[in-house]
């Protein structure tokens, strides 16, 4: 086992994730349950393989796409919830001279500038609204919200990326979304959904928060089959920490399904990298 861990460094940090991947997938793929996640429907369709252990599936009755085999919602948690996956920017904690540096400019012109999820808030919500910022990792768009007028709570279920965020970000912090005082106005996730094992989660949490009327508003990549046919990269999207391809059609479905009526035009650009979902709830 030392020997296969010293050959393991002379990989780079993708490379090992890739080969941890295959590894676990290789371990899961015989027998893997294919019920499409959404729905529950057993009726889905293979799309493709990729690297023979490994597969992307859709759903008819819901549209949504998914990634066989799957992960149990307990360890996908985990994965999070220890910190054990990396994305860049999204997930490395700064050090505190490159957050000054960060939070002087703004964040703008950054990979994680949020103006145009802000314009988006901006163009349904009064200032001072109550918004939850759902998967808000080290609070980068949490804190940008706030300087923006809005009252933001923050979820985030990594513990060191939570704690950065209250300590030196000012954000408010929520461990257990049973505990949200009061109801929000609106409930934001930005790339959160296609890391989720379940994308029912999302839909259930804002169902419970939101006021009668409030807003749903939800980013994402776009996984829907018009978008494959123009996208070179799309295949590579789906993977350990993306079990997920949302697609506009699946999006439009669970809305219906949780009471959420799109907003005026919203539905999400089949052909667009990403998607974009604004709807209010009805309930």
């Not at 799957?70 to 860049?88: F, W």
């Not at 704690?163 to 408010?172: I, K, P, S, V």
């Not at 994402?220 to 079990?243: F, I, T």
């Amino acid at each position: 086992m030392e020997a296969i861990r010293r050959g393991m460094r002379i990989f780079s940090d993708e490379q090992r994730a890739r080969i941890d991947y295959l590894s676990w997938a290789a371990r899961h793929c015989i027998g893997s349950d294919k019920g499409c996640p959404g729905c529950g429907s057993a009726s889905a369709e293979l799309i493709r393989h990729k690297y023979l252990v490994t597969s992307l599936w859709e759903c008819p009755t819901c549209h949504l796409r998914f990634r066989v085999p799957k992960e149990t919602p307990q360890r996908a948690e985990e994965l999070y919830r220890e910190e054990r996956y990396r994305q860049g920017f999204t997930t490395t904690l700064p050090s505190r001279e490159e957050l000054s540096r960060l939070l002087e400019i703004r964040f703008a012109g950054t990979e994680k500038d949020y103006l145009r999820y802000i314009t988006v808030l901006q163009s349904v919500l009064p200032g001072g609204a109550r918004i939850l910022d759902f998967g808000s990792s080290w609070g980068y768009g949490s804190w940008q919200m706030s300087q923006a007028g809005f009252e933001v709570l923050s979820f985030e279920v990594g513990r060191q990326r939570s704690h950065y965020a209250q300590e030196f970000l000012g954000c408010q912090m929520i461990e257990d979304l049973r505990a949200v005082e009061g109801k929000m106005d609106c409930f934001f996730s930005a790339h959160v959904i296609e890391h989720l094992p379940d994308p029912n989660i999302v839909f259930r949490e804002a169902a419970k928060v939101l006021v009668p009327g409030g807003y749903f508003v939800c980013f994402c990549p776009n996984g829907s089959p018009n978008r494959e046919k123009m996208d070179p990269n799309y295949h590579k999207l789906w993977g350990k920490v993306h079990p997920l391809h949302i697609t506009a059609e699946f999006m439009l479905w669970a809305c219906e399904r949780y009471g959420f009526a799109l907003y005026e035009g919203s539905g999400g650009n089949a052909t667009a990298e990403e998607l974009l979902i604004v709807a209010r709830n009805t309930v």
